[in-house]
């Protein structure tokens, strides 16, 4: 994950640090997406940290950035009590990556143990139900689904009555891709949010927003917009195998402060980490990749 990042930088500080090599330094941040903030108050603390120690390691200089980068990211904060059923609402933009993140949910979650309904709501492809009810086949979980083309609040509304039915504790909702600039697209999101908290009270109680990694800085205006319809609890960061582009991460907690809470990385049922700052910032600068 990550490519390149920390053996660059380790590359860079293995000699003696300079103006140009903060420059460089600087363009690396760029490159990793860190944004424009966090770019130029990292160079900005590696140079005062060099000027009062040069004789620093590469080892340390990296040290220190990662406990910068740490600082910055924060964990989600589980809520003490769930409601039953929980409801999570998965949106997003066109393929970048909701079904499969819900498929890796309902499996996270079926390991603790939890009962888990999908409801089928991307009314909007046929192939999209299809794809879903493939994942529920395999994991062995209970559907919902709706007819091609049928409204998806009303998908949404039988999948929680249905789940509290049969009491499942979790309902994860899978929606259909739209561009956030679709003024009718986010109006139905609001819709579908009326709807199921009309169906159970409270609901949704998270709505996680995918965001494909490797669109980089771009994801932080789709944020911006999903949020303002859909007030969003939290982030699905998914394609972070093989990207060098995870610093996309850290910017948006800055800008948004919203907490990831998800990390994909690949396209098995198993390739979700809940995400861990700590954790993160060393595979950001990991010198093995
Ligand atoms: N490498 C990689 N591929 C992923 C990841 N998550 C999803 N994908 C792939 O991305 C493609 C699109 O995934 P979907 O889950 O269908 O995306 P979607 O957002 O539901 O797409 P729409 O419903 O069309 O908007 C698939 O080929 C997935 O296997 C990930 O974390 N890493
Ligand atoms: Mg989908």
């Given amino acids: 994950m990550f490519k390149y990042l920390g053996n660059k930088l380790r590359q860079l500080f293995s ?21 424009a903030r966090t770019s130029q108050e990292l160079v900005k603390s590696v140079r005062e940290l060099y000027r009062q120690q040069p004789h620093l390691s590469a080892t340390q200089i990296l040290d220190n950035i990662k406990k910068e980068l740490e ?3 924060y964990l989600y904060a589980e809520p003490a009590q769930h409601a039953s059923p929980h409801v999570i609402l998965i949106v997003g933009v066109n393929g970048n990556g909701k079904t499969t993140s819900l498929a ?9 143990g939890k009962s888990v309904l999908l409801a089928a709501a991307d009314t909007f492809r046929a192939a999209a139900v299809e794809q879903l009810a493939i994942w529920s086949e395999r994991l062995g979980v209970d559907i919902v689904k709706g007819k091609h083309g049928a409204d998806p609040s009303a998908v949404v509304f039988d999948a929680i009555t249905a789940a509290k039915t049969r009491e499942k504790d979790l309902v994860l909702i ?3 891709g739209r561009l956030h600039t679709k003024l009718d697209l986010m109006q139905e999101l609001e819709k579908i949010r009326r709807v199921a908290s009309k169906a159970a009270p409270g609901a949704p109680h998270e709505t996680l927003l995918v965001l494909d990694a490797t669109i980089g800085q771009n994801g932080i205006e789709q944020a911006k917009v999903f949020h303002q319809h859909t007030p969003l609890t939290g982030l699905i960061l998914t394609k972070l195998d093989g990207s060098a582009k995870g610093g996309t991460a850290l910017a948006i907690q800055r800008e948004l402060k919203l907490p990831i809470r998800f990390m994909g990385v690949g396209e098995g049922i198993e390739d979700l980490q809940i995400f861990e700052p700590k954790k993160f910032v060393d595979q950001l600068l ?4």
Avoid at 15 to 35: C, I, P, R, S, T
Avoid at 286 to 289: A, F, Q, V, Y
């Fill in 15 to 35: 000699e003696k640090v300079d103006e140009d090599k903060l420059d460089q330094m600087e363009e690396l941040f760029y490159q990793a997406d860190l944004g």
């Fill in 286 to 289: 990991d010198m093995k990749n």
């Fill in 174 to 176: 899978d929606t259909a």
């Fill in 104 to 112: 890796k949910l309902a499996y996270f979650y079926q390991k603790q």
């Fill in 71 to 73: 600082s910055h990211l």
